[in-house]
């Protein structure tokens, strides 16, 4: 029996959506029963959700006439894009479930396998630095290192050549290998390690009990004020996530789209548990209690979707204080002018203070998607591509310096490195 609200005669979003639609209520539906239960305030993202596809669909219509007046556009829906925003959206509201299930029982002090990952995590390190030198015995006194991309394993041995050094090629060889493989462990392990401690450690419930300040209510005042708090917490940790690597692969997806629609806001991370984030946590220091977070935080996401639309030009002197549609327009860019611009979630005003701050250029139209976009509509690798792309770094690095940079500097530096190592090996 088909739902009402799928087969409902005029409804503006087209059949792919409807069924999504019902799809994605659901999850939130739970979502709000299950993470509601210690609350005693609605979750407002789970309220807003008739919302969201009613505003997807209004904007459908109208980008829809739009393009017959004026032609196609990045902004205009297309039916496979549509399907993976929203399939991320479905995920991201699952990850909370799933993931302390799946990362809880190998946090170091609390779950039973956290000293085996600890363990793990240094043998592999130890492992890849002992092959690291091991791999330097094919090397000469005086002579380079084999040339050639990371993980090159030099030479093969010649005709004639003394069995000493045969045999310490052949030792260089294996110790590579070994490195190869030891070097990602580690870093894979020792990451889930730290991660996983730092989310434990920061644990709202766990920074509310150990506050000193005085409870300050649930009023408007402590809300504005958690909001504002919120707003800045985020400004940071969305920074953070465009100038290290490890952080833009949790980000990344929320990018990858070359479209730029309402639904684009709801393509979002599901893998929050591998980065380390400044704590929103902090506030209850201040003595801002754990439910009025929460609101900030659906005040915060709300405010956000809203901004990832095309049809919304310019808003006049809100622009100077606000974050609007244009602004975030910038942000979604990958235009060299405006790559790593306009962080802020509801206030310009963080990227105006610490040197973010890029205003939409109508010279200039704002190109959507990745520097090297990835051609996939596969949810899963639009996950995984760039947490895969960065192990392959590592696995290909011959120093620790090259394979921790790899990890925790900017993803520009990774992929200057990659043109750069091409161009040597052309040369």
Known sequence: MKSRIGSCQGDPLPAHLRTIRVQFAARRFDFALRAGQNR???????VATPFYFGTMGAEHLYLKKRAEVEGPSPADYERRDTITSLSMGVGSLLAPFLVPKMFGPLTPGK??????????????????TVADRLAQLDVEPGEPAAAGEPGDLGEPSQPGEPASRERRRRIASAARKIAKASSVVAVAAGGVAITTTWTSRLNMD???????????????LTLAAATI???FIYYWNHRFMHTSRYMWAIHVVHHS????NLSTALRQPVADALGTFAPYSLMTL???RPTVIAQARGINLLYQYWIHTDTIKTLGPFEEIFNTPSHHRVHHGKNRRYIDRNHGSILILWDRLFGTFARENDDEPVVYGLTTNIDTFN???????????MLRDVSNARTWR??????????????????????????
């Open 40 to 46: 005693d305030v609605p979750d407002l993202t789970v």
């Open 206 to 220: 766990r920074m509310w009990q150990r506050r000193k300040a005085r409870d300050l209510g649930a009023g408007p």
């Open 286 to 288: 201040v003595g801002i």
């Open 379 to 389: 949810p899963a690798r639009v996950i995984g591509h760039e947490h895969a792309a």
């Open 229 to 231: 708090g919120w707003d």
């Open 402 to 427: 090259d394979r921790l940079s790899f990890v925790l500097r900017g993803p520009g530096w990774a992929y200057a490195r990659h043109r750069a190592d091409a161009e040597l090996a052309a040369a």
């Open 257 to 260: 789209s070359e479209r730029y």
């Open 111 to 128: 779950g039973r396998y956290g000293k085996a990952l600890v363990a793990t995590a240094v043998g592999a390190a130890v492992a890849t």
